[in-house]
């Protein structure tokens, strides 16, 4: 299932010396980070590292204590809030929605964007095949706040689908969900890269980074350790140093997918 490259394009996003900082605490330190179309690029790190951090920072939602983010070669931070709404898309971590919208209903707001534009005339279309891709359509008249923590992520990346932006940002996207639904939903934003559309997604499992990613981009400590194709990223010795516990990388022998998996103590030994 491994992803097969695809091919070098433009640079549509770009960070360049990205530092953020909190009062004493720096997050990022001097990051360097081209997003381009076409591609599924995955952060990756130990928490902490900075990962929702820097998505935030392409997002347009953080702001830097130095550095410049660029998008199409012009400064992110001078762009309107409508434009950018139309140019990228981004499903956070928390799925937080007090009013008792449907499934529906938060669906079509990712249209929102388009409103009184020509793309609106396609938006119940547009809603449809994203609830489609999804598997939320059996849920289309329940309440959101109703809805487990998985329904609440498809629905809420059902929305970030319909919102048919250039660029898209996926704040670990797989987190709630169950091995069906977190393969389906990396299938689909595999499928939205390799129909022009940046993709960025951060991931904890290292396993379905190395399957689906282009680009894997590894964080620690706010810095940029590696970046480049799962073969040439997913090494032992790295991903050891940089989560702090040994870890093993293999080929699977039926499918050719790279699997990360810890090592462990034998219980036997923790027991003695």
Same mark, same amino acid.
């Given at each position: ?8 394009? @433009? ?17 990022? @330190? ?9 591609? %599924? ?23 830097? &204590? ?67 891709? &999804? ?19 498809? &629905? ?12 898209? %940002? %996926? ?93 462990? &103590? ?7």
């Amino acid at each position: 299932m491994s992803a097969t490259p695809a091919p070098t394009t @433009r640079t549509i996003l770009q960070v360049i010396g990205a530092c953020v900082e909190y009062g004493p605490a720096k997050i990022l @330190r001097e990051v360097d980070l081209d997003v381009r179309p076409g591609e %599924l690029l995955v952060l990756v790190g130990p928490n902490g590292a900075g990962k929702s951090t820097l998505l935030g920072v392409l997002a347009g939602d953080v702001a830097l &204590t130095r550095g410049r983010a660029l998008l199409d070669g012009e400064p992110l931070a001078s762009r309107r809030a409508g434009e950018l709404s139309r140019r990228r898309s981004v499903l956070l971590q928390e799925h937080r929605l007090s009013f008792p919208f449907t499934v529906t209903e938060v669906v079509a707001m990712g249209r929102a964007p388009w409103h009184g534009r020509d793309e609106s005339d396609a938006d119940e279309a547009v809603v449809a095949d994203a609830m489609r891709r &999804t598997d939320v359509e059996r849920l289309a008249s329940r309440r959101f706040p109703t809805l487990s923590g998985g329904e609440k992520g498809r &629905t809420s990346f059902a929305r970030v689908m319909a919102q048919e932006a250039p660029i898209v %940002l %996926l704040d670990e996207p797989t987190a709630a969900l169950d091995i069906a639904h977190q393969e389906a939903l990396l299938t689909e934003a595999r499928r939205l890269a390799r129909e022009g559309r940046a993709v960025v997604a951060v991931l904890h499992d290292l396993s379905l980074a190395a399957a689906y990613a282009d680009r894997v981009c590894v964080l620690a400590e706010g810095r940029v350790r590696a970046d480049g194709p799962p073969l040439e990223v997913m090494r032992p010795e790295l991903l050891s140093d940089v989560y702090g516990h040994p870890v093993d990388v293999f080929t699977h022998p039926r499918t050719g997918d790279l699997v990360v998996t810890p090592l462990r &103590t034998p219980v036997e030994e923790v027991v003695r």
